[in-house]
């Protein structure tokens, strides 16, 4: 498979559950994101992992919580979520220089959309 | 803070019409621009990017975009739309720092 995949495309937990949601980039790059896309909104950033380090975490509760075992994968492990949560979830990946710069764009998965009751 | 600003939310037009979405932004340093889209149902592609040189730089499907940067604006254009340009558009900027800020994007819907 190319480009950046997702899984599950669709997830509906309630309040008191744990999932998890995965990324996979097949392109060889050594950047990876996490976005949040609500109806009405601007994407919301929530982290940046260069280099499997994770260098951003943009005030997300701690309900939320990534995991970047290699330069290809990406989790974010959700529990414990609130309604207002639902939405669109991306990732993304992209190629950065040694000090965490780039230029560079970032490529899109198809994302997970997520819904709890 | 850094910002995107586009200034439609939604846009409807009719088949052959011009199209012209607004995009500013509020950063004074280095910017690469980009403009994305999100066709229903499917996940967000690039269309342009603006890194350096030519400020008029065209994309997929006959779109383009200028920037000017005496105004902080890289506007999204396209001289005759067909109905399968209907989709959601988001222009974003990256001040090279890694992190890309998104606009609020603007809904395209395109009449046959």
């Known amino acids: 498979e190319t480009g950046v995949t997702q899984t599950p495309r669709h997830l509906v937990m309630g309040m008191t559950n744990k999932k998890s949601l995965k990324c996979e980039q097949h392109l060889g790059h050594n950047a990876m994101y996490w976005y949040k896309q609500s109806a009405k909104k601007p994407l919301e950033l929530m982290f940046v992992y260069n280099f499997k380090e994770q260098t951003e975490n943009n005030s997300v509760p701690s309900r939320f919580s990534p995991e970047c075992p290699n330069s290809s994968h990406l989790f974010l492990h959700l529990h414990t979520l609130q309604p207002e949560d639902s939405a669109l979830y991306l990732c993304?990946?992209?190629?950065?220089?040694?000090?965490?710069?780039?230029?560079?764009?970032?490529?899109f998965g198809p994302g997970t959309r997520l819904t709890v009751t | 803070a850094q910002s995107v600003s586009q200034h439609n939310h939604h846009v409807i037009l009719s088949e052959a019409a011009s199209l012209e979405l607004g995009c500013n932004y509020s950063y004074g340093g280095t910017v690469n621009l980009f403009w994305y889209v999100q066709y229903p149902g499917q996940h967000l592609q690039l269309l342009l990017k603006y890194f350096s040189g030519d400020p008029l730089v065209k994309g997929i499907k006959g779109f383009e975009a200028e920037f000017i940067k005496s105004k902080f604006s890289f506007n999204l254009r396209k001289p005759s739309v067909q109905w399968s340009d209907t989709a959601e558009y988001f222009c974003?900027?990256?001040?090279?720092?890694?992190?890309?800020?998104f606009g609020q994007g603007t809904e395209l819907s395109v009449k046959p």
């Open positions: 974003a900027v990256n001040n090279q720092g890694g992190k890309l800020i």
């Open positions: 993304a990946s992209s190629q950065v220089g040694l000090a965490g710069t780039s230029p560079y764009e970032q490529y």
